[in-house]
């Protein structure tokens, strides 16, 4: 499969395989005017198999979602066709709005209005807990 | 500290003032009768309580000041649809300081991120219930003289016992404190308190299936519940349930200075003839949180 090369704008690598859906919908890329393509399970030397986004035009990214969904993902910022700033989000310290708390008995399931926040508990592991009332944040793999 | 939510909200060196505050309140309980005049605690209780409610409100009547509040949710306006943020800004308009219990989890730390006065989670569902956790320090610091060097038997289900996870997490931070966990094996505690708290804190822990066995080199036997609904088969609850129920033949093998602690109500996992025993705290445990939440609230309200 051929997906051309973009001239400004810029590539979302390394995404977990599986994960670039989560990526799309979370950066909310539908409402963008330009052209996106996202390829799913593209061969890696580095992780056997990963997701791309490409994104044709340079737009501001919430690199806290980002680096919740992994860290290791590589954002290639493109310019006149030439690669010019390569980076890793970090993983953010709180998400909002992104997990949504899947506990019952937490408050944000009968509050309609509370904002999800999640907050990370254990760097090492990548753990994210519910702040309300501390229930880990399951993967999307996990979710189903 | 300007409210408290969880355990964890309370370093450990204003543990250690409430804790002196709640001795010295109970040496000279008339320098504290009129401490605070003039102030008012809003007990808002949305599901039933009988000690943490009235431990609260003889706590705030003993330091002379003043209470309301409600008992359930059916009589507040929780019952017709109104918010937690805008249940306590109205309270905030009538009372000084809010004790409150919600069965949803989270509830009392929405309530404190919506008014200025402090707020004290009485309970949220089965997630916190820190002034439970402070009564047993005080407790175990007035029985033995000290909350270091101890040997901490928590007993029955530690799976789903906040009152035993809230303790683990406040007694891991004081030093040369281990724990024996005694559970079935399908009642052990969650992962998260085993990484997040005690690994995390360096903690000397051991698990074992059999309180017999334990209960001889312990200093502290913390008591919860086995509740049948726990278990995925009858067969392993019948099998189970006596292990974890506290009897004089087994308090026979316990050393003459170990204290025994429950947050009640217990059902039937203390034998009421255990009571009778010196060692048998439980009942001063309940008089220790009237003590300590009087501590609680003139640190909350800045009251000397």
């Given at each position: 499969m051929i997906i051309g090369s973009i001239v400004n704008g810029i590539v979302i690598d390394h995404?977990?395989?599986?994960r670039g859906m989560e990526l799309y919908t979370n950066l909310e890329l539908?409402?963008?005017?330009c052209e996106v393509a996202l390829i799913k399970n593209a061969s890696s030397i580095k992780l056997g198999k990963k997701d791309i986004v490409k994104i044709g035009e340079r737009i501001p990214l919430d690199y806290d979602i980002l680096g919740y969904i992994d860290p290791r993902i590589t954002i290639n910022i493109i310019e006149d066709g030439k690669l010019i700033k390569k980076m890793h989000p970090s993983l953010p310290q709180t998400i909002t709005g992104v997990i949504k708390c899947r506990?019952?008995?937490?408050i944000t399931s009968t509050e309609q209005e509370l904002p999800h926040v999640f907050k990370l508990t254990d760097r090492e592991n990548g753990v994210y807990r519910c702040i309300y009332c501390e229930t880990k944040a399951k993967q999307s793999k996990e979710q189903g | 500290m300007r409210h408290l939510i969880e355990i964890a909200d309370i370093p450990i060196h204003e543990m250690d003032e409430l804790i002196e505050k709640s001795l010295d309140i109970i040496a000279n309980p008339d320098r504290y009768?009129?401490?605070?005049?003039g102030k008012r605690i809003a007990t808002l209780f949305f599901e039933p309580s009988t000690r943490t409610r009235l431990s609260f409100e003889a706590a705030m009547q003993d330091l002379g000041g003043n209470v309301i509040g409600f008992a359930?949710?059916?009589?507040?306006?929780a019952a017709k649809g109104e918010s937690i943020a805008d249940t306590v800004r109205t309270v905030e308009c009538f009372a000084d300081i809010i004790a409150m219990r919600h069965p949803k989890e989270g509830s009392a730390y929405v309530a404190s991120q919506n008014v200025d006065i402090p707020v004290i989670n009485a309970g949220d569902g089965g997630h916190n219930h820190p002034t439970q956790t402070l009564a047993d320090l005080l407790t175990i610091h007035r029985e033995?003289?000290?909350?270091?060097n101890l040997k901490i038997g928590c007993c029955g289900d530690?799976?789903?016992g906040r009152t035993v996870h809230s303790l683990i997490t406040a007694m891991?931070?004081?030093?040369g404190v281990e724990f024996v966990l005694i559970s079935p094996e399908e009642l052990q505690i969650p992962e998260y308190l085993r990484s997040e708290v005690l690994e995390r804190n360096g903690s000397t822990y051991t698990e074992t299936t059999s309180l017999k066995h334990a209960?001889?080199?312990?200093d502290v036997l913390y008591m919860t519940r086995v509740q049948?609904?726990?278990?995925?088969n009858e067969a392993d609850y019948i099998r189970l349930k006596d292990s974890y129920i506290l009897t004089p033949e087994k308090l026979?093998?316990?050393?003459?200075?170990m204290r025994v602690l429950h947050p009640?109500?217990?059902?039937?996992?203390?034998?009421?003839?255990?009571?009778?025993?010196?060692?048998?705290a439980y009942f001063r445990q309940v008089k220790n949180g009237k003590f300590i939440r009087m501590a609680l609230i003139l640190k909350l309200l800045g009251v000397k």
């Open positions: 995404i977990p395989a599986g539908k409402n963008l005017e506990n019952p008995r937490c | 009768s009129d401490k605070c005049h359930e949710g059916s009589n507040s306006s033995l003289g000290r909350l270091d530690l799976k789903f891991s931070r004081y030093d209960i001889p080199d312990l049948r609904e726990r278990f995925f026979s093998a316990a050393k003459e200075t009640l109500p217990r059902v039937n996992e203390i034998s009421t003839a255990v009571d009778r025993d010196p060692r048998a």
